[in-house]
């Protein structure tokens, strides 16, 4: 790829991660900060990822989860790392970790498994060093669809847990 293709490529993708925050947590997304300051590093995560791997590894902030399941994968893990070690790096943030299901089973079981969802997510968190006291679990169940529709393309969209960094200002 020629330099003006990849300068243009990263001013389009800074513009979109510079787009609108949509809710309260994210107006205090430390990746929105540009004086956030990123540091890429190479022991945290077992394996050398570079600086454009973590940082598009930050922007993404949602695990899926297959059907009536809460375990992470591999992928889900790496992710994860980047996050640790965000949080571990900034202390002045926490992190906001809501789960959710699609609209099978029950309200009851949903929000039970939503929670079950955002706890794996915490306890991996915990394991990398973050405290438990920076991390906030809440379960919405099936109360929050991204898709509304009914079918496995849209039930695969819901069954997540969403992370959104807090400000402790």
């Known amino acids: 790829m020629s330099f003006i293709k990849y300068a243009t ?3 389009i993708a800074v513009g979109l991660v510079g787009c609108g925050a949509s809710s309260k947590h994210e107006a205090n997304d430390p990746l929105m900060d540009s004086s956030a300051g990123i540091k890429p590093v190479t022991g945290f995560y077992g394996e050398h990822i570079s600086a454009e791997e973590e940082l598009g590894l930050l922007n993404k902030k949602t695990v899926y989860f297959a059907y009536d399941n809460s375990d992470l994968t591999p992928n889900d893990e790496k992710l994860l790392k980047v996050h640790a070690k965000y949080l571990l790096d900034n202390p002045k943030f926490s992190m906001h970790i ?7 089973g029950s309200g009851e079981y949903n929000i039970a498994l939503g929670e079950r969802r955002a706890k794996a997510v915490a306890q991996f968190f915990e394991l990398k060093g973050v405290p438990s006291s920076r991390l906030v679990v809440v379960s919405y169940g099936k109360e929050q669809p991204i898709d509304s529709a009914s079918g496995e393309q849209a039930w695969a969209k819901n069954r997540r847990a969403e992370l959104s960094y807090e400000s402790a200002d």
């Open 9 to 11: 490529t990263a001013v």
């Open 98 to 104: 809501a789960g959710h299901t699609d609209e099978r």
